[in-house]
């Protein structure tokens, strides 16, 4: 019997300053970020991909040899400690956008295939690596590729985040500082200054609906609570008719008095998408008086949502 080489549909996945193409069924399952640190895991059934940053000088920016040597000799000493056999398959100088990067196919408790390099556009020495079983190689030789050819590092304009099937472009100015990922509702917070965003959405929308009717009752009872809790508050001020992205939506205004000195205002919009059975929300809240310089960078966030 002749085997079946499974190929691969991709789709598109952007992650704290990174942008590449992944098969379609690999999902976010671990994430980790320090301040001058970044670490991810997408899985399917395993784990797949291991992806990771940290922060470098770019006038002094390291040494890639030297840096993919000290990690494969890390590998190497946990390979020994647990018994495993440890072999460098090879070392390959490759590129990633303009930049001079190494690729290393090692072989040890699986096959693993990676490629590390210094973005100096972002500051960063970059690494990423794919994990597989020895059989899967053709397969995971063509995603290598694949995120080789599709990856971003640096760019112009405001990065794309994925969360499970909902994208948004949303400028490197705004940290995620928290977020609650859930089979149900999930929620995600970034900020900039005063300035907050707010990315949420609940799935399984026609049952969801069916217990609250429409969008409207279904913002303010379930995802409002959940997504404005900490801004004190909130005074109503009014709810309008927006198209998003070709879906009816709703705008919800409320004013803040979240201290004597701070007026926050609100502008929190909900949508349904049928298509992919998920109620949507992309919330700002900012103080008052910046309503104005922010009317843009809210549109062009909003713009570059897609949900289906
Ligand atoms: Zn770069
Ligand atoms: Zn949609």
Redesign the pocket.
Known sequence: MSEVIHVFKFKKFGWRMLEFEIPDTWELSVDAKREDFAYFRLDHVYPRLEVKWEKISKKKPPSLKTSVNEYLKEMQKRAKKSGYEYKVINIREVKVMKHPALSFYVRSTGETLGACWCCPDTERLILFQLVFKREEYPQMYSVFQKILQTMRCHKEGPWLWYFYGFYIRIPESYSLTNYKFTPGFSKAFFKKGDVGLIVAYHTVANVVLDEYGDVDNWFTRVCKPQILENLGALKFLGVHNVMI???EGREFVYASRFSLFKRLKVLSYSWL?E??NRLLNVTFYFPQKMERVLRGEIDDILDSSR??
């Open positions: 992205n070709g879906h998408c298509k992919l949900c289906h």
